[in-house]
Nanobody, 116 residues
Framework: QVQLVESGGGLVQPGGSLRLSCVKSRSISSTYIMGWYRQAPGKQRELVADITTTGSINYSDSVKGRFTISKANVNTVLLQMNSLKPEDTAAYYC???????????WGQGTQVTVSS
């Protein structure tokens, strides 16, 4: 079992920045993908960005050029969010997918609200 703990959400004005952090409870020996999803009220959960154990990165088109995902250490992934827009408002969830079976783990979520 892997526990994920997110932090860093909050209220920010349009154009502002926030940094989210996700810490997983233990190292994983298999190949895995660690990333961020978000879910706005009434909408489906969607991928924001993810990073593999080999360092390959994937961003959704809506955040390219504004968000940056990185690894602070083997157990911590960061999501730097710049130039935030009201449409970025959502609950942000950390996710780990362990290959090859794609076993999924989710954090409890952290709220990001972009509003003036």
């Amino acid at each position: 079992q892997v526990q994920l703990v997110e932090s860093g959400g909050g209220l920010v004005q349009p154009g502002g920045s926030l940094r989210l952090s996700c810490v997983k409870s233990r190292s994983i020996s298999s190949t895995y993908i660690m990333g961020w999803y978000r879910q706005a009220p009434g909408k489906q959960r969607e991928l924001v960005a993810d990073i593999t154990t080999t360092g390959s990165i994937n961003y959704s088109d809506s955040v390219k050029g504004r968000f940056t995902i990185s690894k602070a250490n083997v157990n911590t992934v960061l999501l730097q969010m710049n130039s935030l827009k009201p449409e970025d408002t959502a609950a942000y969830y950390c996710n780990v997918k362990v290959l090859p079976d794609m076993q999924n783990y989710w954090g409890q979520g952290t709220q990001v609200t972009v509003s003036s």
